[in-house]
């Protein structure tokens, strides 16, 4: 049986402040919580902050790890829901990064009564490209000569990802810190969560959202193009689209003033 020790533990859960709205932070494909640290010092005092990493990722017990549950991104959703049940949360506004948007979307399907809303930072349901009617960016022969090449150069597969997903006027310590985050994932957990990411399609999910939903999309990223978040906005009940005036799809990190006066314009409407 899962207690609150347990699941803090398992997915390293830190909490922050102590304000009466609850703000819950989902990391994306090869990151862990510390990619929030430059949202947190000016949501602190006025939030309650959940920040956690998805089991497999940062800090989290990779004794808990378990291929047959994380080879799907429902195991992640899973996580986020265990993690809200344990600890009582209630009108969660859940912050995903890139898949994190899914994974949140299909945790507040699963759960609806935990959360209030959703804003998806750089999201993507699909990151394949599916015409005529759907580009995600990527051609499935492309995605798999990137999972490939975990297997034959784990270090050189970091090394060029990070560059690609940061945008190339991102600082050069940025982009090595990110690189710095997918070597440390254990080289199995990576791939696994990789295939899950970036072969899935979620996109049938966007009409059962529930809850009101802020889309932030950058204006150029190499992961997820503008025209992902207009299908997501088009297609997603209760959505709101803002295309930021940035480079990159980790915006959080990157311009993480816009991403705050967004966020906290997001949650000024919804709370009131």
Known sequence: MLTRDTVIARNNVTLIGSGPVTL????????????????????????????FDYVGSGRSQLSAYRQARYRSLEGYARDIT?????????????????????????????TPERFASQIMVCPSPCFLNMPPDYQGGFERADLEELVALMDRNYIGWANYLAPLVMGGQSP????D??????????????????????????????????????ILQSQVDA??????????????????????????????MTHPHLVLQEIEAWLDAQVI
């Open 172 to 175: 050069e310590a940025l982009t």
């Open 24 to 51: 819950m932070f989902g990391h994306g494909f090869g990151c862990d919580q510390s990619m929030w640290q430059y949202l947190i010092e000016p949501l602190r005092d006025r939030f309650t902050l959940v920040l």
């Open 82 to 110: 265990e993690i809200c049940a344990t600890l009582d949360l209630n009108q969660v506004h859940f912050v995903g990064h890139s898949v994190s948007a899914s994974i949140g979307l299909l945790a507040a399907v699963a």
């Open 223 to 252: 992961m997820a193009n503008e025209t992902v978040g207009h299908y997501m906005q088009a297609h997603m009940p209760h959505s709101a689209l803002r295309v930021l005036p940035s480079e990159g799809h980790c915006v959080h």
């Open 177 to 214: 810190e990110l690189s710095e985050s997918f070597c440390s994932t254990d080289p199995l957990v990576a791939k696994t969560f990789a295939h899950a990411t970036f072969f899935a399609d979620y996109r049938h999910m966007l009409p059962r959202n529930l809850h009101p939903t802020l």
